[in-house]
């Protein structure tokens, strides 16, 4: 079954910290991947994308994340955080079965510490 | 560029009225929009998907009389929220995609509030 997981519902990290989020997905071909970003009372901001080639990509604010196929993992990271950055971050997975609709992760919510 | 806004942002109505919730791309055409219904410190559930002049496409469970979409153009999108009650109070998202493309952009959102 398609499904996206992403194990940690809540992270604290003071800032100034490094941050790692994670996210797995399954299904066994390779599908494509996004983050985004959601604060308080907002949409989705898209972070960054992951189609093919490179499997370290490069977003906005200051954002990475890596594809790892043999973890079925594509975990965001930032080497150190802003307060502004407290918000929910959700993975999402579109599978190429037709459709292409976004499979979304449950959330991790971020809160950052002065 | 790829914007998307969403009309009001928030809304009170009344059990029994409807409401219609208008989404635009304000950059691009989308051929494809989605709404979206999240509840608080949750995740996004999709209600439906909509071609541009097609018949929308509704998950299992959501009510294609109660939640009426309209696709008219490609750059809007509405969703009419009919005979709402109580229980259809919740944030609405919108979000579109363009031609050949596999990325979503979203709206900021539509809290409604049921009284």
């Given at each position: 079954?398609?499904?996206?997981?992403?194990?940690?519902?809540?992270?604290?990290?003071?800032?100034?910290?490094?941050?790692?989020l994670r996210c797995n997905y399954s299904y066994g071909a390779t599908p494509y991947l996004f983050w985004y970003v959601q604060s308080p009372g907002q949409g989705?901001?898209?972070?960054?994308?992951?189609?093919?080639?490179?499997?370290?990509?490069?977003?906005?604010?200051?954002?990475?994340?890596?594809?790892?196929?043999?973890?079925?993992?594509?975990?965001?990271?930032?080497?150190?955080?802003?307060?502004?950055?407290?918000?929910?971050?959700?993975?999402?997975?579109?599978?190429?079965?037709?459709?292409?609709?976004?499979?979304?992760?449950?959330?991790?919510?971020?809160?950052?510490?002065? | 560029?790829?914007?998307?806004?969403?009309?009001?942002?928030?809304?009170?109505?009344?059990?029994?009225?409807?409401?219609?919730?208008?989404?635009?791309?304000?950059?691009?055409?989308?051929?494809?929009?989605?709404?979206?219904?999240?509840?608080?410190?949750?995740?996004?559930?999709?209600?439906?998907?909509?071609?541009?002049?097609?018949?929308?496409?509704?998950?299992?469970?959501?009510e294609k009389d109660k939640f009426l979409i309209n696709h008219a153009s490609l750059t809007l999108s509405t969703l009419t929220v009919t005979s709402a009650h109580?229980?259809?109070?919740?944030?609405?998202?919108?979000?579109?995609?363009?031609?050949?493309?596999?990325?979503?952009?979203?709206?900021?959102?539509?809290?409604?509030?049921?009284?």
């Open positions: 079954a398609q499904s996206v997981t992403q194990p940690d519902i809540h992270i604290t990290v003071s800032e100034g910290a490094s941050l790692e989705l901001q898209l972070l960054l994308k992951y189609f093919s080639g490179d499997t370290l990509v490069q977003g906005i604010k200051g954002f990475e994340a890596e594809f790892k196929r043999s973890q079925s993992s594509f975990n965001l990271r930032k080497p150190s955080v802003h307060w502004s950055d407290a918000a929910e971050y959700f993975c999402a997975v579109v599978y190429q079965t037709g459709a292409n609709n976004l499979f979304f992760g449950t959330g991790t919510r971020l809160t950052v510490i002065p | 560029g790829a914007v998307v806004s969403q009309h009001p942002s928030w809304v009170i109505c009344k059990s029994g009225t409807s409401v219609k919730i208008e989404c635009r791309s304000l950059d691009f055409q989308a051929t494809t929009m989605f709404w979206y219904r999240q509840f608080p410190k949750q995740s996004l559930m999709l209600m439906a998907t909509s071609n541009e002049g097609s018949k929308a496409t509704y998950e299992q469970g959501v109580p229980e259809d109070s919740s944030f609405y998202i919108c979000s579109a995609r363009g031609r050949g493309a596999y990325e979503q952009y979203f709206g900021p959102g539509t809290r409604l509030t049921v009284t």
